[in-house]
């Protein structure tokens, strides 16, 4: 068995897809912090991407600049897998916690955000001719982290890999029943609020008169 910090187990785990989760789940050197911080970074890179990319390739015209999207795309999105995924693993009798899956799942991030930082900085020297190689890192950066994304789902439950790819649809789904309930209650809670206003500012405007 390999002896790794936290931070070197972070390497073997992203070259290593096959045996380095096993070993990261057996080790217990699986970091909440180093986690956080790809989270953080796929949340700087969805802004890089959008609004840094060079600009023969894409140009933005907001003159406003709305952070929501980007927190929506990063933080909410991988919080709703997270959860989704534990919820759904109870089905499957996984034996992950939501500590696993969530440190599993943000390690498999690093070669799409890397890719897609890498395609980024790129994009300010290579001509539009050239855009295929910028286009195959993050294909690349991509693959490889769905590939990471599977063996991490499947050493945190230790499941098949059938079983592991059906979670995964199974977690899609219940990401999208979530997200929808969601904004059920926002909305609710909007109307709510509105409601709450209007009487307010009625009651106002009476005790004035």
Known sequence: MLDLTKGQF????????????????WKKQGSMGIACVVVCLLFIQQIAYSRLYGFQ?????DKIFNIVPYLFRSFILFGTWVVANWAMCTLFDGEGTMKNIFVNSAYAL??????????????????????????????IGTCWSFVLLISGIKAVH?????????????????????????????????????????????????FRV
């Open 10 to 25: 972070v390497k073997h785990v992203v070259m290593h897809p096959f045996e380095g989760f096993e070993d990261l789940r």
């Open 57 to 61: 390739y894409y140009s933005s015209y």
């Open 110 to 139: 690093i070669p799409y955000i890397s890719g897609y930082l890498i395609g980024t900085v790129m994009s300010h020297f290579l001509i539009r001719d050239e855009y295929i190689f910028i286009q195959s890192v993050e294909v």
């Open 158 to 206: 230790q499941f098949s890999f059938g079983k592991t790819i059906a979670l995964m649809l199974l977690t899609l789904v219940a990401m999208v029943a979530i997200l929808f309930l969601l904004v059920l209650l926002l909305t609710l809670f909007q109307q709510v609020l509105i409601f709450i206003l209007s009487i307010y500012t009625e009651l106002s405007y009476r």
